[in-house]
């Protein structure tokens, strides 16, 4: 009877384990996300609808990204969220696999933001766009003339000294100088460099902070700076009804136009439900919560997010201005390894100023 | 049968280590190894090529700003130390010396309050209370002592204040355990044979708290020098330490062999100033 009673409980206990497993490889997927899917108003009801657990895991930047990668078993992930202009490495390192365009709503998205010399290789889609925006000029408008904010060269006079921050990464930052000195960020070389490195540190002395994204939210909201320069409707927006004076633009020479692409591993332990939150994240409803996540807000890909976006959202993300920002706006520099050696170390030299 | 007993006795003495020499084997030894394998290696064009060379090394001696970062930790560690130890001497004298004894708990208790909150925490509210429009310079305005906020906020003012804060109580605790146990006959002694009291501190209390001096002294460099978040909350990004070019490396470009490269010059600076200090101050009296 004991002996019985015995296998009886182990047979119940390894059915149990079986079928916990299973459920656990069923409902579950693991996402490398940044902050603002974190939101439960984002990512709950996804979950019910689908009866799926989310597990989500912050990074900042490719190269976190990678380095979590690196360090973890194939089948781990099943979403990664990522730089756009980041997708062809990720790609050609077999990172990211095949999802079927036929699956997502890419009509309904605005075309510069399909993206397919990123995402689309071999004919074949590996990422979508989910959110987008813009390093630019953030400010004050009640600390600064908002008519100065259109013309980027004003911070390299005089005119604000002291009172402004600047967003502590290369590659936008260095692409927006260029775009203020008239250059094609697409076209850089290192023979720029030398005329960029001239007006950056001319930059650095008029600059009070070099910030990280949470300093340069901080520096602005508390009146430490009047201007954050590479900031954007990223930093302004999520604040826009408590803090309607900080305000974003685009100037006359333009900004530069970020993107975070998603994409399913190629590797992936649940492919099915891997899509489906990608079909969701890019879906107009996934895309109003993501674009006004607490974390910060962005503008959405698919068009017809503007149905479920509130006049007062749509006019801290100037959502009417989309197609001419869009026309104005230039890509991250693209550099190869030598010329981003070379930028990195200008922005290194800069900081140490 | 002496032979059989001393072997058992070693195979008990090697079954007490083994866990201590695992852990340091799988927590220090390997992933030491393996940062100094990766320092070796190479990265080309986003992809790390396993070729064995010294470029990472060589970079770092060719490109002014890694020295410069190598410089900037060196003077902000050395100056954190030196206005802890300056700081945290006369609290850790009086609360040995001056404070009645039952009194001395609550003392140490509230002088190492502040290791209660979190280290990020402290950083920020340090900002808020340093920044242009912060508490400070708040009050500073409204009683009429200056005419415009001061900029300490973003500068290397602000990054030695959130350490020395912290480092003040790690000092007063390391110097007030030495002060206790001192005899209070040598001074005593001292004072009988004609010293005064600052002779009696310069030449008998000072010398023999110097091990404690030490330890703190040498506890608060290795800790500050290598911290990545004090500077980069309260530091404002205008000058780059050595932790903050090796965040860089990781976080931007995800260039491992030159962050391992970095770690170990850093790693050597902490070596050398061991040895300076084993050296000349006799470290081993601390014990």
């Not at chain 1, 604000?160 to 590659?171: E, N, Q, S, T, V």
């Not at chain 1, 775009?179 to 540190?201: N, Q």
């Not at chain 2, 309050?113 to 912060?134: C, E, H």
């Not at chain 2, 602000?158 to 110097?175: E, R, S």
Request: net charge negative; proline share 5%.
């Amino acid at each position: 009877m004991k002996t019985s009673a015995f296998i009886s409980t182990l047979l119940c206990t390894v059915t149990g384990l079986s079928l916990s497993s299973a459920v656990y490889a069923v409902d579950e997927i693991n996402a490398l996300v940044w902050c603002d899917h974190t939101d439960p108003e984002f990512i709950e009801p996804f979950e019910k609808a689908n009866n799926v657990k989310v597990n989500l895991k912050e990074f900042e930047g490719t190269g976190a990204a990678l380095s979590i990668i690196e360090q973890s078993q194939p089948g781990d992930w099943d979403v990664l969220v990522v730089d756009g202009v980041d997708v062809p490495r990720l790609v050609k390192a077999g990172i990211l696999g095949q999802m079927p365009a036929e699956a997502l709503p890419l009509d309904d998205f605005f075309p510069e933001l399909l993206m397919e010399d990123k995402h689309v290789h071999d004919g074949k889609l590996y990422a979508v766009t989910e959110l987008f925006g813009y390093n630019t000029i953030a400010f004050d408008r009640t600390r600064v003339d908002p008519q100065d904010m259109t013309d980027m060269t004003v911070l390299w006079s005089d005119k604000y000294k002291g009172r402004i921050a600047l967003y502590d990464w290369y590659l936008p930052m260095i692409g927006l100088v260029s775009m203020g000195l008239g250059k094609e960020t697409a076209s850089l070389s290192v023979d720029d460099l030398p005329e960029i490195r001239d007006t950056l540190f001319k930059l650095k002395e008029n600059t009070a902070q070099v910030t990280d994204v949470v300093a340069s939210q901080t520096v602005l909201a508390t009146g430490e700076v009047d201007i954050l320069f590479g900031g954007g409707e990223w930093l302004t927006a999520v604040l826009s009804e408590e803090m309607p004076d900080l305000d974003w633009v685009l100037p006359e020479q333009g900004g530069l136009r970020w993107s975070q692409s998603v994409g399913v591993f190629a590797d992936a332990g649940n492919p099915e439900m891997a899509l489906k939150f990608v079909q969701y994240i890019v879906s107009p409803a996934g895309q109003a919560a993501l674009a006004t996540s607490s974390c910060y807000w962005a503008m959405p890909a698919n068009r017809q997010t503007a149905e479920l976006l509130t006049a007062q959202q749509k006019s801290a993300l100037r959502w009417d201005e989309q197609v001419e920002y869009l026309s104005r706006a230039q890509l991250y520099p693209e550099p190869g390894g030598e010329l981003d050696e070379a930028m990195q170390d200008l922005w290194n030299e800069m900081l140490q100023q | 049968m002496r032979d059989k007993l001393s072997r058992e006795h070693e195979v008990r003495a090697w079954r007490f280590v083994l866990p201590a020499l695992l852990w340091t084997l799988i927590f220090f030894v390997m992933p030491f190894g393996f940062m100094v394998v990766m320092s070796l290696w190479d990265r080309i064009d986003n992809v790390i090529v396993r070729t064995w060379n010294l470029n990472q090394y060589r970079e770092f001696l060719l490109k002014p700003y890694y020295w410069q970062a190598l410089v900037n930790s060196l003077q902000l560690t050395v100056t954190v130390t030196l206005v802890s130890l300056v700081l945290a001497y006369p609290l850790a004298w009086i609360i040995a010396m001056r404070v009645p004894e039952r009194w001395q708990r609550l003392a140490l208790l509230l002088a190492i309050i502040p290791f209660w909150t979190s280290y990020v925490v402290r950083s920020y509210a340090w900002l808020l209370i340093l920044a242009r429009n912060g508490l400070l310079n708040k009050a500073l305005l409204a009683t009429g002592l200056v005419d415009l906020p001061l900029e300490i906020a973003a500068t290397r003012y602000a990054t030695v204040t959130g350490f020395v804060h912290f480092f003040v109580m790690l000092l007063t605790l390391t110097i007030y355990a030495n002060l206790k146990q001192l005899s209070p006959n040598h001074v005593r002694a001292a004072a009988d044979l004609g010293a005064g009291p600052v002779r009696c501190f310069l030449h008998i209390t000072l010398p023999l708290t110097l091990p404690g001096i030490m330890v703190g002294a040498f506890l608060t460099f290795v800790l500050c020098i290598g911290d990545y978040i004090t500077p980069q909350i309260l530091g404002g990004g205008n000058e780059l330490v050595l932790p903050q070019v090796i965040m860089m490396q990781i976080s931007r470009r995800a260039d491992f062999p030159s962050a391992a490269a970095l770690s170990i010059v850093l790693m050597l600076v902490v070596s050398l100033v061991y040895l300076l200090c084993a050296r000349w101050l006799r470290l081993e009296r601390a014990r």
